[in-house]
């Protein structure tokens, strides 16, 4: 199974003829990009399930909410693909981005709820050492680099801006990212580096689900 190179094709093409003409003219095409898409998504699921539960896999949608935006594209150059880990033990989701000349694997914690916010916080202040030794193992950053995320410019409410865990405390987002090149998302190989990828973020997310299914004091929540 593989990301055919008409799907990435006609996703140029949308942003090239960003019209409901041109889409409804080329509705066959996208009907097509979209089951491919919806194929491979269904053997990533597979995949994952091997070592992991992924409760479902949904294909966002290329219609795009116009109504409160400057840009009136009707469509999204872009099929995205959210991974979900089922159970409340399990947190983070994976994410899978396809778009010409930017795809990209990513997981973690995009907007985080303010209490799941302050938790992780809360446990950086008190303890860097285990997500510091997490990010720092080889295979970590041979796939992500490093954590990313959207960041406060100063420290939040209640921490000191010299906290030695100030550069994790001050994240909004806690993320981890991988870019992949046209050639290689319509490889034969890309559906196992997908997989393997995910697999790569395991480490981050359970911890991150430990932390996320405790208090303060270590003690579970569910």
Do not use: C
């Not at 795009?64 to 935006?69: K, M, Q």
């Not at 970590?140 to 209640?158: H, M, N, R, S």
């Not at 319509?186 to 196992?192: G, I, Q």
């Not at 997908?194 to 997310?205: D, G, H, K, N």
């Amino acid at each position: 199974m593989k990301i055919e190179q008409t799907t990435i094709k006609f996703l140029k093409d949308v942003e090239k003829n960003n019209n409901r003409e041109w889409f409804n003219a080329h509705k066959a095409q996208y009907e097509t990009a979209l089951e491919n898409v919806n194929q491979f998504k269904d053997e990533v699921v597979k995949g994952l399930n091997k070592k992991d539960m992924i409760e479902e896999g949904k294909v966002f949608r290329i219609y795009r909410d116009v109504r409160f935006s400057k840009d009136k594209a009707p469509y999204k150059n872009n099929l995205g693909i959210a991974f979900k880990r089922a159970t409340k033990a399990r947190r983070g989701g994976y994410y899978l981005h396809l778009e010409p000349g930017k795809s990209l694997v990513a997981g973690g914690f995009w907007a985080p709820e303010p209490a799941d916010l302050k938790r992780i916080r809360e446990e950086f202040a008190h303890d860097d050492k285990t997500i510091r030794k997490i990010t720092s193992q080889k295979k970590f950053i041979q796939y992500f680099g490093t954590l990313e995320g959207d960041e406060l410019k100063t420290a939040p409410p209640g921490y000191d801006r010299d906290h030695p865990a100030i550069d994790l405390i001050r994240k909004k987002q806690y993320l981890v990212t991988r870019k992949f090149s046209d050639k290689e998302v319509t490889s034969p190989d890309f559906l196992k580096e997908v997989i393997q990828t995910f697999e790569a973020m395991r480490p981050y997310l359970d911890y991150m689900s430990d932390v996320l299914t405790t208090d303060k004091n270590g003690q579970k929540l569910i």
